[in-house]
């Protein structure tokens, strides 16, 4: 058992009609610390942030970087999944078929995403393979695809080939429930009991190395085609050294108009604190999307110091934080 203070959260969320006025104005252009963390922290969405973290930690334990904690974390999470909104095992979109999104970036601003994926077990270590073995930053579909062949990366190849609606590739539960869907079609998101959830993760290593990643089906029901802020670097996460990091999960849509992972890091690197950053991001989607009744989006901030924040639109998001208390390699020996 590694030795970590566990913990999920909820996070509060953003009382009606505030105004903007989370975000302190400071003379200082770095708020972060410039020192390493005396401990490395780990910090995810949702309860499944849970066995994210202690894959995490273990990875750190092993002498692996943040961005190896990253995708350690991601990687569980998309192979079992009980909410059904990560992974091959995910609800469909509207016409049956799984399509995956995920994004992956270091402080030092290499990034790597993929969107609009199928038939790929593990499309955050694909994001982290674009970022380090291609010129670019986002792949995309058929194009992703070929590319995760080239890679040699797990593959489920009838997900990939099934061009029926249905897919070939719907777990039992996902397929009843999308036959269910079809009966009455309505295109809503539901707040929490999500048809849309989301791993997202930040890691912060003890040579003061941050990461962040996220991966997603998206939004259950979603037109075919449509990408979320999962895999847009700078929406659905933001990671810049030696400020902090931001990561998002909630209705993709709302976060794309605000580029809310860069929103929350560029008001720590005005001075706001972590928390005061979430506060400031959150209130600035609610006030460029209008009425909050009918989403969700969650946020989660950290800086360099190991410092975090948690703020959401709608209370019910919970995230999981955890601390390395103790060399967790000799914990495991
Ligand atoms: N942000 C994801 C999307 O809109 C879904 C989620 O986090 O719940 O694709």
Request: net charge negative; with cysteine.
């Amino acid at each position: 058992m590694l030795a970590a203070s566990l913990a999920v959260f909820a996070a509060a969320c953003a009382p009606r009609g505030d105004r903007d006025d989370s975000l302190k104005s400071s003379s200082s252009e770095t708020a972060a610390p410039p020192h390493p963390p005396a401990r490395p922290v780990v910090l995810a969405t949702w309860n499944h942030g849970l066995p994210a973290n202690l894959a995490g930690l273990a990875r750190l334990a092993d002498g692996g970087s943040a961005l190896d904690a990253v995708e350690a974390g991601c990687r569980v999470v998309e192979l079992d999944c009980p909410d059904m909104t990560v992974g091959l095992g995910s609800r469909p979109d509207r016409d049956g078929f799984v399509t995956l999104d995920a994004s992956i970036m270091t402080g030092e601003g290499r990034a790597g995403a993929v969107a609009f994926v199928r038939g790929v077990i593990h499309p955050i270590s694909l994001a982290r393979l674009v970022m380090e073995r291609t010129p670019h930053v986002l792949l995309v579909g058929a194009g992703a695809e070929q590319f995760a062949r080239e890679c040699k990366v797990e593959l489920r190849d009838e997900c990939q080939r099934c061009d029926a609606p249905g897919g070939a590739c719907l777990s039992p539960a996902a397929e009843r429930e999308w036959r269910a869907w079809l009966t009455e079609k309505r295109y809503e998101p539901k707040i929490n009991i999500e048809n849309h959830d989301t791993i997202s993760m930040l890691a912060l290593d003890r040579e003061g190395r941050m990461a962040a990643g996220s991966t997603t089906s998206g939004l259950a029901y979603k037109m075919h085609g449509r990408v979320g802020d999962s895999p847009i670097v700078g929406a659905g996460i933001f990671v810049d050294a030696p400020i902090g990091g931001a990561i998002c999960t909630g209705l993709g849509e709302t976060v794309l108009r605000t580029l809310g992972a860069h929103l929350a890091v560029e008001a720590m690197r005005a001075g706001a604190t972590p928390q005061e950053a979430c506060e400031h991001a959150i209130r600035r989607v609610i006030a460029k999307n209008g009425d909050p009744s009918g989403y969700q989006v969650g946020m989660l901030a950290m800086d360099y110091a190991g410092r975090t924040g948690a703020f959401a639109v709608q209370r019910g998001f919970t995230y999981a934080l955890q601390e390395q208390l103790r060399d967790a390699a000799s914990a495991l020996a």
